[in-house]
Nanobody
Framework: QVHLVESGGGSVQAGGSLRLSCAAS????????IGWFRQAPGKGLQGVAA????????YYADSVKDRFTISHDNAKYTTYLHMNSLKPEDTAMYYC??????????????????WGQGTQVTVSS
């Protein structure tokens, strides 16, 4: 079992930055993926970014590429999502999630077993 707690959400103006954090109770596999997902009002859950905690490989949705950066600190069991050049369409509840071992679809919701409670990000124009 992996417990995840997100933090760092808030309200910013367009063009601003935020850093989200996802603290895990542990990494239960040698290679485990941590993903960030978001859900805007009236929309489904969307994969934003993911990282392979074993190899450090990162994955991004096209909509956030070159603006968001995912990183992790294995010693702290913490994954970060650095969000720059934020747009109003980035407004959503952001969730982090952990997979059970390796996934070949790192931005797919169904490949993640453990979820945090979410943190709200609001970007005003």
């Amino acid at each position: 079992q992996v417990h995840l707690v997100e933090s760092g959400g808030g309200s910013v103006q367009a063009g601003g930055s935020l850093r989200l954090s996802c603290a895990a109770s542990s990494y239960t596999y040698d290679r485990q993926y941590i993903g960030w997902f978001r859900q805007a009002p009236g929309k489904g859950l969307q994969g934003v970014a993911a990282i392979d905690t074993g190899f450090g490989t990162t994955y991004y949705a096209d909509s956030v590429k070159d603006r968001f950066t995912i990183s992790h600190d294995n010693a702290k069991y913490t994954t970060y999502l650095h969000m720059n050049s934020l747009k109003p369409e980035d407004t959503a509840m952001y969730y982090c999630a952990a997979s059970r071992g390796v996934t070949y679809r790192p931005l797919l919701v169904n490949d993640y077993a453990y979820w945090g409670q979410g943190t709200q990000v609001t970007v005003s124009s």
